[in-house]
Every structure is written in structure tokens, then in C-alpha cells.
């Protein structure tokens, strides 16, 4: 298991370097599967999301899917992280609110 989350934690800062990735996104992506299977898959993203941004690799920001999303302090983030909802897309709520991660050295500005 512990190999299984490393390989997802450099998956997932991977992914994170392209732009805001939703997390039900990430939940389909191939190399995630690849990754983790299907077994556990949420519960394994998420401890390894939390890691990452315990870590301040990863940001969590959190907004409609329409619009820019905002960045969301660490604790809330973990918070969120530890909340199946997050994980899947809810495209029937026209109002719906995704929660995005991206790769802090995709938006470092020194």
C-alpha cells in the first residue's frame, strides 16, 4: 500500500503541473488507475491528495465549474479531501462547485 500511494503522489503532482484538475477528473484519469486500480480509489486519492498538501505540494481550490476557482486554506482542504462528494462529478446541480488541485510549481511566481 505504502508503494501504491508514493507511485500516486508523484501521479497525481504530474497531473497537477497542467492546470486546476478537478478531482472527479483525476479519478478517471489512466495513470491514476494505473496506479491504484479501482479498489479503494477514493480513499487512496485522498490520503494522498492530504499528504501533498500537508506537504504544500499540492493547492486545493474549490469554486464553481464554470468560473475560476479560489484557493482554499490548508486545514479546509484537508477537510474537504476527506469528503466522498468531491470525487465525483454532480452534473445534474446546475450550481455545482468542484474541487480542483494543482502543483504549487505550476503557480510558484519567485
Avoid at 89 to 100: G, I, K, N
Amino acid at each position: 500500500m505504502a508503494n501504491q500511494i508514493e507511485e500516486l503522489r508523484i501521479v497525481l503532482l504530474d497531473l497537477g503541473m497542467e492546470d486546476w484538475i478537478p478531482i472527479p477528473e483525476a479519478t478517471t484519469d489512466p495513470a491514476v488507475l494505473d496506479s491504484v486500480g479501482r479498489n479503494d480509489l477514493i480513499a487512496t486519492m485522498a490520503s494522498a491528495l492530504i499528504d501533498l498538501v500537508e506537504l504544500a505540494k499540492l493547492c486545493i481550490y474549490k469554486g464553481k465549474w464554470d468560473e475560476d476557482p479560489s484557493p482554499v486554506p490548508t486545514q479546509e482542504a484537508v477537510e474537504l479531501l476527506k469528503n466522498p462528494w468531491w470525487y465525483t462529478f454532480h452534473l445534474d446541480d446546475p450550481a455545482e462547485e468542484r474541487v480542483f488541485f494543482v502543483n504549487v510549481d505550476n503557480i510558484r511566481s519567485d
